[in-house]
Nanobody
Framework: QVQLVESGGGLVQPGGSLRLSCAAS????????MRWYRQAPGKQRELVAS??????NYADSVKGRFTISRDNAKNTVYLQMNSLKPEDTAVYSC??????????????WGQGTQVTVSS
């Protein structure tokens, strides 16, 4: 059984920083892709950033401010968020596509963590 646990959300003032973490546990053979999504109230879910062995990609709205990274040894993906704006307020969720003992190439989701940017 694969589980994803997120941490790092909270309340921050505009211009501040937060670092989100998403750690996967279980019988994992390898991770194909790691992604961070966010969903604000009344809006559709948005892909914020993704990382594979060969590339990273960002939504235009966060380029230059957010950085996605991974620690393969810990099966963990991070999202460093700098210069936060009120419009970054949302529930952030991690998504991992991975190969495990039970499934190959399956998507798993974290529980979501609230990020609120407000003065």
């Amino acid at each position: 059984q694969v589980q994803l646990v997120e941490s790092g959300g909270g309340l921050v003032q505009p211009g501040g920083s937060l670092r989100l973490s998403c750690a996967a546990s279980g019988s994992i053979f390898s991770i194909n892709a790691m992604r961070w999504y966010r969903q604000a109230p009344g809006k559709q879910r948005e892909l914020v950033a993704s990382i594979t062995d060969s590339s990273t990609n960002y939504a235009d709205s966060v380029k230059g401010r957010f950085t996605i990274s991974r620690d393969n040894a810990k099966n963990t993906v991070y999202l460093q968020m700098n210069s936060l704006k009120p419009e970054d307020t949302a529930v952030y969720s991690c998504n991992l596509n991975l190969n495990s003992r039970a499934n190959w190439g399956r998507d798993y989701w974290g529980q979501g963590t609230q990020v609120t940017v407000s003065s």
